[in-house]
């Protein structure tokens, strides 16, 4: 069924209200390229009521499955009263072949039903542009509201028929300047005026865009500025602004007045343009004098400009230089931005730019981390000072020792005691010899005999040496850390034999493992911090004192030793505690800090 057959079905209609819903969808689908549409009304519960539906559904147990995906569309719109938009996610039908479908609901309301939801769908490739197609299904929400208030006839349908062969002839073109113009005239010749002028809002200014019949003007003419004032007349009173007015309709008429004296004498009709509640342009229109505009006239003029408004609008926008679109969209981020919609967004947009300039623009301090380990600076080794057994062991492995005073372990002394006694004995028998050949003069056997006296004195000499050695006792105050030898007593040393080591606790370094991918951020004399394992709540500061030039590998781990030097000890500190270092290097930006190893991590796998 081709358009004119479908708007004389509308034109001849004797049936109920449902009917006329139906037939005036299937032209909007016409006109727009609407795969369906219909009418939906929020119930009570939770469900909807569908007034009017287009193409007619077949006998199903399931309703189509895209009027379900639109129900919450149709709530969306409602709750916010402004056009919603979702892609459908499967559909049926003629859609089923379609993968880019799209359910546009447009607010509306019914003297008899209330608020409705106005649903169509629609092919598009993307969201954006199914909300542009949604902008100008505006027409469906201006149709419904006009075709309750008909007086039941063919005068109706005549004026609704006025309004669309408006906005066909408007969206026969895609750029603003060819529509703008096809809109001027085409209301020109179905109200016979004489001329017919469109201005658009230019800051807080009207500025004139078309008119009838008129492709090129001068902007600096007398007509195009009056035209102006007559236009902001109407803005500024955000009304219809007829001349001559009616004492129905009082407003202020002095720009309109002073143009028709100048340029008429003409009757005067101006119309506000306006697009989601916002007026954007007037257009005025001019005819004879005698052949005022009557009030059915301006109704059926108020729908046409309805009707026709989202379409200028989408394309005066479209036809913009760049820059201008820009700031335009700009102006709508902001504006939407500070308003007072949209609060959790707004905050979670502010903590995450906030987030980003303090990642960006915030320093602190880097300090790479490494593992280490406690070693003692300085370690005093007890050997055994003579070959001999064990007899006895009073100090174990973590045991502390003072100087001087506390005895290790003890040697068993037995066979140095009878040797001491052989000794003496050997030495008495040669100082009597020498006495003896003294007596007798024998001056040789007695200097013989002195000699032999004399090596066994230095025999019992380091006899009695050993045997005061024979108590290990500990050179230096400290730990043991070697020398478990509580089960070992009876064992034969030898002499040199490591018996003990002992550790001054009070000096104490660390050696750090840096992995070599922070080695190059440390240098001798930059400080940190260390903490144990088993006291991690007790920080040690810590200088560096020395790097080793050369990597090994620990726990198949590239890393250099460094070594440093504890500021401070603490009693329970002991060699061999482990635990991690943290060495800082200077001041570095968070967003280095947190996202170098990711950012080495990637230039080495791509190889940048």
């Not at 549409?37 to 147990?61: S, T």
């Not at 895209?66 to 056009?83: F, H, P, S, Y």
Request: charged share 25%.
């Amino acid at each position: 069924m081709d358009r004119d057959e479908l708007i004389k079905r509308l034109e001849e209609l004797e049936g109920d209200g449902r009917t006329f819903l139906e037939n005036l969808l299937a032209v909007q689908c016409d006109f727009c390229g609407g795969e369906g549409a219909a009418v939906l009304r929020l119930a009570e519960g939770k469900g909807v009521d569908v007034l009017a539906l287009y193409p007619q559904q077949q006998e199903k147990p399931q309703p189509a499955s895209w009027l379900i995906q639109g129900a919450q569309t149709a709530a969306d719109a409602l709750g916010g009263n402004k056009i919603a938009v979702r892609r459908l996610t499967e559909a049926d039908g003629a859609l089923t072949r379609e993968k880019n479908a799209y359910v546009v609901a447009i607010p509306a309301i019914l003297v008899s039903a209330g608020a409705v939801a106005l649903l169509v769908v629609f092919r598009a490739a993307n969201e954006h542009e199914a909300m542009s197609h949604g902008q100008r299904l505006d027409i469906v929400a201006r149709l419904v509201r006009y075709c309750e208030s008909r007086p039941g006839g063919g005068h109706g349908m005549r004026r609704l028929q006025s309004a669309i062969e408006t906005l066909a002839a408007t969206n026969r073109f895609n750029r603003f300047g060819s529509a703008a113009m096809s809109f001027c005239n085409e209301i020109a010749s179905q109200w016979h005026c004489q001329r017919v002028s469109t201005g658009f809002l230019k800051g807080r200014y009207v500025q004139l865009r078309a008119m009838s019949h008129t492709e090129h003007f001068n902007r600096k003419m007398e007509i195009v500025g009056n035209l102006e004032a007559v236009m902001e007349e109407s803005l500024d009173q955000d009304i219809e602004v007829a001349f001559p007015g009616t004492e129905d309709n009082p407003c202020i008429v002095r720009a309109a007045a002073h143009f028709s004296s100048r340029h008429g004498p003409v009757a005067l009709l101006s119309l506000p343009l306006r697009f989601t509640g916002n007026v954007v342009g007037v257009v005025t229109l001019e005819r004879s004098p005698d052949n005022p505009f009557r009030l059915e006239e301006i109704e059926t003029l108020r729908l046409a400009c309805e009707m026709c408004t989202p379409r200028l609008v989408e394309l005066w926008e479209h036809d913009r230089w760049i820059g201008g679109r820009i700031a335009k969209r700009a102006e709508r981020f902001f504006a939407a931005f500070l308003g007072p919609e949209h609060t959790w967004a707004k905050i979670t947009a502010a903590a995450v730019c906030a987030a980003i300039v303090f990642l960006v623009f915030a320093s602190g301090q880097y300090r790479p981390k490494a593992p280490f380990i406690l070693e003692a600076v300085y370690q005093q080794v007890i050997p055994a000072p003579f070959d001999g057994y064990i007899k006895t062991v009073n100090a174990e492995v973590g045991d502390e020792v003072e100087a001087g005073e506390s005895v290790l372990a003890a040697l068993d002394t037995a066979e140095l005691r009878l040797q001491l006694a052989a000794g003496k004995a050997e030495q008495s028998g040669y100082l009597k010899q020498a006495a003896a050949a003294m007596r007798d003069g024998q001056t040789a056997q007695a200097q013989i005999a002195q000699a032999n006296a004399d090596k066994l004195a230095a025999q019992i000499d380091l006899i009695l040496y050993r045997i005061e050695q024979a108590a290990i006792i500990s050179p230096i105050t400290g730990i043991v850390v070697s020398g478990d030898l509580k089960r070992e007593t009876g064992k034969p040393v030898k002499t040199g034999e490591i018996l003990f080591e002992v550790t001054p606790i009070d000096w104490l370094r660390a050696e750090l493992l840096v992995s070599e991918e922070d080695i190059f951020e440390i240098r001798a004399g930059q400080e940190g911090r260390l903490a144990t394992a088993s006291y991690p709540a007790e920080p040690i500061p810590f200088v560096v004192e020395r790097v080793n030039p050369m990597a090994e590998i620990v726990k198949q781990r590239n890393v250099f030793r460094v070594r440093v030097r504890l500021e401070e000890t603490r009693p329970w500190m002991r060699p061999g505690m482990e635990g991690v270092a943290k060495v800082s290097v200077g001041k570095r930006h968070y967003a280095w800090i947190w996202t170098r190893k990711m950012i080495n991590w990637i230039r080495m796998k791509l190889w940048l």
